[in-house]
């Protein structure tokens, strides 16, 4: 009996303990690079001087391929300012110092307060 219940121990801790060691080889974080706000807004001139050539030029004589490409380089365009706005918002969002709490910790908290009261 003593046997079964160490061995069954034993499986129970590799079961929790090797996946996590498995995952955490395969997960990569992103790095995130700090840029600085005039590094921002000549990247940004940069880009939105390329949009307006790109809206100034002549697209009647071009082939259906070159305008192909242009129109997935302004969607590449779109996406990364997209992204640039969201992690310029995710910045802002959490240096205000707000305090979240989820529908599992309210329900807690209010269950201590009417055991406490």
Do not use: W
């Not at 996406?79 to 709490?101: E, I, P």
């Amino acid at each position: 009996m003593r046997k079964l219940t160490l061995s069954a121990m034993a499986v129970l801790v590799l079961l929790f303990i090797v996946p996590t060691q498995l995952k955490a080889e395969t997960e990569t974080k992103p790095v995130s690079v700090a840029m600085t706000t005039t590094a921002k807004t000549t990247e940004m001139s940069v880009v939105m001087a390329r949009v307006e050539a790109i809206k100034a030029m002549d697209r009647s004589e071009m082939s259906s391929l070159e305008k192909k490409e242009l129109r997935k380089e302004l969607r590449a365009i779109k996406s990364d300012l997209k992204d640039s706005s969201k992690s310029d918002a995710n910045a802002t969002a959490t240096s205000n110092g707000g305090v979240y709490l989820s529908v599992g910790a309210i329900i807690i908290i209010i269950l201590l307060l009417i055991l406490i009261l």
